[in-house]
């Protein structure tokens, strides 16, 4: 009888995606209130919590929802685009210092071919009303024509899960992505699920959208990761799921299976909150700090409004016995309105309706204030200045001095924005086999096109074992820096001004050029640095002007005794080609070509 080969189980099958599909369901439990309170900020945002203060059926009393807590979020959206980040990539090793200025050059173009403005921008806007932003840098085999690269996309709080109690999403045991999509597109992608899809062990939480939304016929996609000891290594894996179905795991991929998904070991996610809260990677935002003084605002501009409409509508006491009939009175069409009888007082008497007292207007203006302050969206803020002032220095030191909470959210953002750069570098080196190239800014302003692979982030030969003799690999690391790109009309105005002001101080001179070092030294701006390097410049042109002109002083004073002692007897002439001059010219003439190139830069 001959043997029967009985091939192994995967290590991921059905009986594994029915266990990932119960941790995820508990991990749903878990942050069911988090889903509640984002559906219920999104109303908030989008102007329809008016069904949340309802006071109830057949009230017809006014019932506004104004917009400070919409102008709030926009306010502080505009100050986070106004300072939108740009990477500067340093290296750790000065052998390293080539491939980081090539990294810096590289990085913003990576960035800019994912997109990443629009994702940073629609992030901001989760991150104020939700507290928190989640950035998700993965690898899509299916761009750039199949040769694949790097993808940045904004995950919803809603589609995302973790391990309940955690407070850094890296701790969490398992972490699941879900996606709700079409069962035609599913399939249209993973032929195998034709005839397979059922109903889904697990429901996503939905906000309440204007369209009609039906989900009768989708299904849930579950990206499950989570993390396996290996040889004192954490191995990232990563695997599909469709109820019991396993798309892909990168355990049963032999490509991965002893390498994991991604060679950084982490999960691809990386949340930026705005304030944080204990037991959870997720804050809270705007919305739950500004909702209590914006509902006092619409509830005391409802009974105000109130008001108004009965002063400005007014009614009357009419006698049942009246000779005038209520009919004519209220048919503003008739001119004349006939009265049987005699009409007084006793008969019509016109409703008084107290008028709103300056206390209710004293307590409406304290409920916008204190939202103004609670957020730090203060009126300077927004644009707005009083007390006469105008110039735009003036107008953006205030700005600066009320702008400290806008400045800790935008901090946070760095902080987010550095873990994802690191991210997206580990990405780089481990996917970037093929050279590929960049269009990269220039110093000079105009474009240069740059090569680039993973060869430059690989490991390299740093020394030899002297016990085994075998070399010894160090791998570069490298650090992000984050400034800010500063886009407001009026920062840029206040940097025009600066200049000037130097320039009129006399900065730019190079024969003050020590004294402007020293007061520049003391100083903190945008761009310091590179007026340091212009002042700098300025300096060493003017010691090679004055060597040079000390060199031609000197020739002309040589060539003129030379003149002056041909006449005399036994004299040997110090002209032009004599040895004297063509040493002061050797001399000269690399002073002459330094100049003329520093011409040609600057």
Known sequence: MDDITIQPRPPVG??????????????????????????EDEKWYRLQHRQLLDRGRGDTRPAPTSAWLFHTITNKHADAMDNYPTPLVLPRERSDEADARTLAAVLPVVLEQADFEQVYSDNWWEKLKHGTAVYSPVWDNRLQNGLGDIAIRGVDLLNLFWEPGVRDIQDSAHVFRCELLPNEALCERYPQLRGRLAGDSVSLTRYDYDDTVDTSDASVLVEWYYKRRSGGRTLLHYAQLVGEEVLYASENDPACRDRGWYDHGEYPFVFDTLYPMKGSPAGFGLVAVCKDPQTYIDRLSGNI?????????????????????????????????????????????????????????????????????????????????????????????????????????ISGAYRAYRRLGGLVLELMRQFYTEERYFRVTAPDGGAQYMAFSAGRLGARVAGVDRTTGEPLFRR??????????????????????????????????????????????????????????????????????????????????????GEAAAGTPGSAPAGPGSPQVRAMTANAVPYAQVLHERGREG
Do not use: C, W
Request: aromatic share 4%; charged share 25%; no cysteine.
């Open 476 to 561: 570069p690391v490298f650090d992000i820096r984050i400034s800010a790109q500063k886009r407001s009309a009026l920062s840029q105005e206040v940097e025009n001004q600066r200049a000037a002001q130097l320039y009129q101080m006399g900065f730019f001179d190079p024969d003050r050029a020590q004294e402007a070092l020293i007061a520049l030294d003391m100083m903190e701006f945008e761009g310091k640095d590179r007026v340091v390097e212009k002042v700098r410049q300025g300096k060493t042109l003017l010691s090679m002007l004055n060597s040079l002109g000390t060199q031609v002083e000197a020739l002309t004073a040589l060539a003129g005794t």
């Open 305 to 409: 409004l109130d008001n108004t409409g009965l002063a400005t509508n007014p009614r009357y006491f009419v006698q049942d016995n009246n000779a005038l009939h209520p009919e004519d009175l209220l048919d503003a069409s008739k001119r004349l309105i006939p009265v049987a009888g005699s009409l007084d007082q006793l008969h019509l008497r016109k409703l008084d309706v107290d008028p709103v007292d300056g206390n209710s207007i004293a307590v409406l203006q304290m409920k916008i204030d204190e939202m103004k302050e609670t957020s730090g969206n203060r009126d300077v803020s927004s644009g707005s200045a009083s007390g006469g002032v105008t110039a735009a220095s003036a107008i953006a030191a205030l700005q600066e001095a009320g702008n400290k909470g806008s400045r800790d959210m």
């Open 14 to 39: 059905p009986e594994e995606a029915r266990r990932a599909q119960e941790i995820l369901k508990k991990y749903k439990a878990g942050k069911a209130a988090l889903e509640r309170r984002v559906v």
